[in-house]
């Protein structure tokens, strides 16, 4: 293993990714880099400062300190979400999803509610080893809508998509030899990552291939995001090219076009969304009726009042005769009224005992 670089030195490793390369992961940055998408991975601890990764990493302390052994962790996040540093981050290293977010669960003995907790909060999980048994932990993160990718070589999980390693003429790295739970593979041998020391280092095994894989459906949901699992597992195989063996070998650029076949027309796949819609507003329909019809019910009265007051005496007859009314009623009461004494008049006198 080569010594850590100096971050001063702003060393680009980027031309020796090969990994990068043999998935082309490039061919779909002009459509997507990750953004809005996390990974998810649960047990190791992670170097949340290496400059390599810094901004793009959230640690949940909630089931184990982030305090073990980080070059696991941080090799892996490296290889999902790593940006490079320096000026114009022109140094360090790449991940195959730059601009998605790594969600780190350190754990050491809780990896089943990590995996619980981690599937609340992004959309893709990333598993460093499938040697426990965590088939329910699994099984209910996919039913969630978020995908499982593991390394293969562990116990058997029909939840996750199994990633075996393969070097740079496209065979199986050494010490893979049951293939009958290998679902995929992808670049594992000789992988440069962010390491230790803040550095770089060199890694080869299958959970760093596991790690490519991740970071490559990332890009996928980010691009297509009403996929469900069970979509993005389809394609990633079946857009897959002839591997090791016969084995399927990850490649982006035809999963990209499968994915887009699969949502032509904008279809609906994911079933949350599709519940979402099916459930409708969240105001009752009762309730929209009943204003409705409060509106009509209104509408029709202010139309009736004034129809009545417009119709009522439309030439003004009543109005005239009611003045005419006034008028005679006046000249009656003129007429009726006494007439008062002058000034000056005879007083009778008033007659003496």
Do not use: C
Not at 101 to 122: F, K
Request: glycine share 12%; charged share 25%.
């Amino acid at each position: 293993m080569p010594a850590a670089a100096q971050v001063d030195d702003y060393p680009d490793f980027r031309p020796d990714q090969w990994g990068q390369d043999a998935i082309g992961s490039a061919d779909l940055w002009e459509q997507t880099r990750g953004h809005g998408v996390t990974v998810a991975v649960p047990g190791p601890s992670v170097m949340e400062d290496h400059p390599d990764l810094r901004d793009n990493i959230t640690v949940n302390t909630e089931h184990g300190d982030n305090s073990g052994d980080m070059e696991l962790g941080t090799a892996l996040g490296g290889l999902v979400v790593g940006h490079g540093h320096g000026m114009d981050a022109d140094g360090g290293v790449l991940g195959v999803a730059p601009d998605a977010g790594l969600l780190a669960l350190p754990t050491e003995d809780d990896m089943g509610s990590a995996i619980r907790t981690a599937a609340q909060d992004s959309q893709v999980i990333l598993l460093p080893s499938t040697d426990a048994d965590l088939v329910e932990d699994t099984r209910a993160a996919v039913a969630s809508g978020v995908v499982v990718v593991g390394p293969a070589g562990g116990d058997e999980d029909p939840n996750v998509i199994s990633v075996a390693a393969t070097d740079q003429d496209g065979q199986l790295t050494s010490g893979t030899t049951d293939t009958s739970q290998i679902e995929l593979t992808a670049p594992g041998d000789h992988l440069y990552t962010a390491g230790p020391d803040m550095g770089q280092t060199q890694v080869t095994g299958a959970p760093y291939a596991a790690a490519l894989a991740a970071g490559g459906i990332a890009l996928l949901r980010a691009d297509h995001p009403q996929l469900t699992p069970e979509q993005v597992r389809e394609v990633v195989v079946q857009g897959a090219q002839e591997g090791p063996g016969g084995l399927p070998a990850l490649d982006l650029p035809t999963a990209q076009e499968q994915a887009a076949q699969a949502t032509e027309g904008g279809r609906i796949i994911d079933e949350e969304l599709a519940q979402e819609i099916e459930e409708g507003p969240a105001v009752p329909v009762w309730v929209w009726f009943a204003v409705v019809g409060a509106v009509l019910v209104f509408g029709v009265l202010a139309l009736v009042m004034w129809v009545r007051r417009s119709s009522r005496d439309p030439y003004g007859v009543e109005a005239e005769r009611r003045e005419e009314d006034e008028q005679i009623a006046a000249a009656r009461a003129a007429e009726e009224r006494p007439a008062r004494r002058q000034k000056g008049g005879r007083r009778r006198k008033p007659r003496k005992g």
